[in-house]
């Protein structure tokens, strides 16, 4: 029996607004919005043509996810949370089908998670990890940085360390709902504030809170990568839902990114909230990831 595709998409909203979002306005304790996310991601299907192995990079979990034997350009994907949840577990099925319709080589990163590590922690360990990749004879050119909420900030902040420290450059930033002003000021955490399924307001005051340390401005550019300077970035590719509480961090990006002569590519999906990429039933989801796999095959250059 078919399902409508409205009819799924408000049963998921429904679902998504009373797993995740209504309890990360709690004041829970971040193992018990981790655990219940956890949880949650075990019905996400992974797609069973790829293969997992598990990884140790500079002191820090990994996996490799592939679809095929000889697949050269890999994503380095760094997963979302708000800076203190999600994991491997949590965007492990996105992954895989990511690999697969890549054919690329994904290595996700397990970085370390607020508040038991405040910035610069984070960077500075991804930092390693990208440093060690190069030492291990991986070519810039064959590497696309990518994440999702935090794990886009993250990624965002360590193309513009590898820019600012003269190292070799990735060929490609693919950002997906990106969190990238941690000082709030974008108009759409109010306007979607009760439009977003998965995202709450509270969850990014939460995040913030345990991820900044005290002495640091939530505006400074190495925490809130939105206002660093742009110049000699590699291509931009950012995916964002209609609905998403941090459309506008997406949006600000790329007129920024624009400006400062760096190709950028926005996508709004239509009727979609924070992260909708994880649940591949949609039709949004399938063309989000389609549109990430023609970004990435974009960029890969010999």
Same mark, same amino acid.
């Given at each position: 029996?078919?399902?409508?595709?409205?009819?799924?998409?408000?049963?998921?909203?429904?679902?998504?607004?009373?797993?995740?979002?209504?309890?990360?306005?709690?004041?829970?304790?971040?193992?018990?919005?981790?655990?219940?996310?956890?949880?949650?991601?075990?019905?996400?299907?992974?797609?069973?043509?790829?293969?997992?192995?598990?990884?140790?990079?500079?002191?820090?979990?990994?996996?490799?996810?592939?679809?095929?034997?000889?697949?050269?350009?890999?994503?380095?994907?760094?997963?979302?949370?708000?800076?203190?949840?999600?994991?491997?577990?949590?965007?492990?099925?996105?992954?895989?089908?990511?690999?697969?319709?890549?054919?690329?080589?994904?290595?996700?990163?397990? *970085?370390?998670?607020?508040?038991? +590590?405040?910035?610069? %922690? &984070?960077?500075?360990?991804? !930092?390693?990890?990208?440093? #060690?990749? @190069?030492?291990?004879?991986?070519?810039?050119?064959?590497?696309?940085?990518?994440?999702?909420?935090?794990?886009?900030?993250?990624?965002?902040?360590?193309?513009?360390?590898?820019?600012?420290?003269?190292?070799?450059?990735?060929?490609?930033?693919?950002?997906?709902?990106?969190?990238?002003?941690?000082?709030?000021?974008?108009?759409?955490?109010?306007?979607?504030?009760?439009?977003?399924?998965?995202?709450?307001?509270?969850?990014?005051?939460?995040?913030?809170? *345990?991820?900044?340390?005290?002495? +640091?401005?939530?505006? %400074? &550019?190495?925490?809130?990568? !939105?206002?660093?300077?742009? #110049?000699? @970035?590699?291509?931009?590719?950012?995916?964002?839902?209609?609905?998403?509480?941090?459309?506008?961090?997406?949006?600000?990006?790329?007129?920024?990114?624009?400006?400062?002569?760096?190709?950028?590519?926005?996508?709004?999906?239509?009727?979609?909230?924070?992260?909708?990429?994880?649940?591949?039933?949609?039709?949004?989801?399938?063309?989000?990831?389609?549109?990430?796999?023609?970004?990435?095959?974009?960029?890969?250059?010999?």
């Amino acid at each position: 029996m078919k399902i409508d595709p409205l009819i799924k998409q408000l049963a998921t909203e429904k679902l998504l607004k009373t797993t995740i979002r209504a309890p990360s306005q709690l004041n829970l304790p971040p193992n018990s919005l981790r655990f219940a996310l956890e949880h949650m991601s075990r019905v996400l299907p992974q797609h069973k043509q790829t293969h997992i192995r598990s990884l140790t990079i500079s002191g820090l979990k990994v996996e490799e996810i592939k679809a095929q034997d000889e697949a050269t350009q890999l994503i380095l994907y760094l997963h979302g949370g708000a800076f203190f949840v999600g994991s491997l577990n949590t965007h492990r099925a996105y992954l895989t089908q990511v690999a697969a319709r890549s054919q690329m080589q994904i290595l996700h990163v397990q *970085y370390p998670l607020a508040p038991e +590590y405040q910035f610069p %922690d &984070a960077i500075e360990a991804l !930092l390693r990890v990208y440093k #060690d990749l @190069l030492a291990q004879g991986i070519q810039a050119k064959d590497i696309i940085l990518a994440g999702d909420c935090s794990g886009a900030n993250l990624a965002l902040a360590l193309a513009l360390r590898i820019r600012d420290e003269n190292l070799p450059q990735v060929s490609g930033l693919i950002l997906n709902s990106p969190f990238l002003d941690l000082t709030l000021t974008s108009e759409s955490i109010r306007y979607n504030a009760k439009l977003d399924a998965l995202l709450s307001p509270k969850a990014l005051d939460t995040g913030i809170e *345990y991820y900044v340390p005290r002495g +640091y401005e939530r505006g %400074d &550019a190495k925490i809130s990568p !939105l206002f660093a300077k742009l #110049d000699d @970035l590699p291509p931009l590719f950012i995916q964002v839902g209609s609905k998403a509480l941090l459309l506008d961090d997406a949006k600000r990006l790329h007129q920024r990114a624009e400006a400062a002569g760096v190709k950028s590519q926005l996508k709004i999906y239509t009727g979609m909230w924070h992260n909708f990429q994880l649940f591949g039933w949609f039709n949004e989801a399938k063309q989000a990831l389609a549109d990430l796999s023609e970004f990435a095959h974009a960029v890969d250059v010999d």
